[in-house]
């Protein structure tokens, strides 16, 4: 009997301040709270979920030559991640400054060295993982204009490979900025497209959830909107509808539940389930994560 295949995850490895405030910002003042620093990116994060599921998995992105780079390749590589990172001399690793209160939190982010990673490590990286069976893409390196290539090549390799790809469309602001019909374009015929529901706004408009879904899917062969409490919608170009009910548990912090999710979601997807049931593991593993402060699984 095998066991899962190989996973390249492609995107951002950042640093994550993470500030649990005690109540709301007193712009101009002081505000309490309980201040964490640990490993963050949504494609480091979503690599780490996938390996505390027991799938191997391979990250490929950039950090600066810096102790904050090594410290955080270090730590993912005890987390059972391995780690195709190209490090820059002339870039501070990323980092990222959450601001969380319960269920909402807000990122002030410098991507650093995260916007030097190139589309050549990109296509090393994918051609040294002759076991992987599957690409997925954190859109961040989309977003900007220096990654972007990387983001396209990666896509671009794993279809030559014969891989099959997901992309997380990441954040609303920026999708905003660079406008749906360019996003859209850069991921036609992905595999899997994840969206939450501000970003589903963003590249399907003011639909329901369903509706969004359907939208998308004439870009992407499956899409699933993530919707929070809500739950979560899947619809592919099969007609193929899944919908999955949140847990309900006390949320402590939601920093990572995207990733964790998308994690949940590749693994079960991957290893064959309906969009049902995949979308019931990826609920479970998004559960978990907003139960506890920070992106990351547990130690």
Known sequence: MTGPSRVVVVGDLITDVVAMLAGPLAPGSDTPATIRVSGGGQAANTAAWLAAQDVPVTLVGAVG?????????AELERAGVD????????????????????????????????????????????????????????????????????????????RERGLTTSVDAASAAPLRRIGAAAFLSWVRDVDLLLVNADEAA????????????????????????????????????????GVAPARRVAVVDVTGAGDAFAAGLLSAWLGGADPRAALARAGDLGALAVSTVGARPAA
């Open 202 to 241: 963003v590249l399907a408009g003011g639909l329901d959830p369903a509706a969004q879904a359907r939208a998308l899917s004439a870009s992407a062969r499956r899409v699933v909107v993530k919707r929070g409490e809500a739950g979560a919608v899947w619809v592919d170009r099969s007609a193929t509808v």
């Open 83 to 158: 780690c195709a990172v190209e490090v820059h001399g002339d870039a501070a690793s990323g980092t990222v400054i959450v601001l969380a209160t319960g269920a909402e939190r807000t990122m002030v982010t410098e991507r650093g060295a995260n916007l030097r990673l190139t589309a050549a490590h990109v296509e090393r990286a994918v051609a040294a993982a002759p076991d992987a069976a599957h690409l997925h893409l954190s859109a961040y390196p989309l977003l900007d204009a220096a990654s972007r290539p990387a983001g396209l090549r990666g896509l671009a390799v794993a």
């Open 65 to 73: 030559d810096d102790g904050a780079g090594r410290d955080r390749v």
